[in-house]
């Protein structure tokens, strides 16, 4: 599946439908943050203010969050991202992706 695909069909957070636990993001697929560290954690913006999750108009993203995001691009290459629709057929040793390359297939936009 291409970038763009995915764009068109994932909302524009690369945080929506994942489950975060040491440096994985893995695909829960549905409505749930990773950017929140509890067992029930569903997007606030799509829960609360009844619209498409947008990771521009998160409370998540913070100054600080994008500060900490740019600055320690090094980190975001070593968390690893497994979505659903870019696992390979038998892809038992599936190694994922970075962090930033799926930020960018999410957002169009490098991180």
């Known amino acids: ?18 489950s975060f636990t040491h440096n994985i993001l893995m695909d829960q697929m549905g409505n749930r ?4 560290r509890e067992s029930f954690s569903p997007c606030y913006i799509e829960s609360e203010r009844r619209e498409a ?3 521009d108009i998160c409370k ?5 969050v994008k500060q900490r995001m740019t600055t320690q691009r090094e980190q975001a290459e070593n968390v690893r991202v497994f979505p659903d629709e870019l696992r390979p057929s ?3 040793n599936w190694e994922g992706i970075s962090f930033s390359e799926w930020y960018e297939c ?3 936009r490098p991180l």
Request: glycine share 12%.
């Open 1 to 18: 599946m291409a970038a763009d695909e995915i764009a068109k069909e994932r909302p524009r957070c690369p945080f929506y439908g994942f």
């Open 33 to 36: 943050c990773a950017c929140v």
């Open 53 to 55: 999750p947008n990771w």
């Open 60 to 64: 998540y993203n913070t100054p600080e």
């Open 90 to 92: 038998g892809g038992d």
């Open 106 to 108: 999410v957002m169009g």
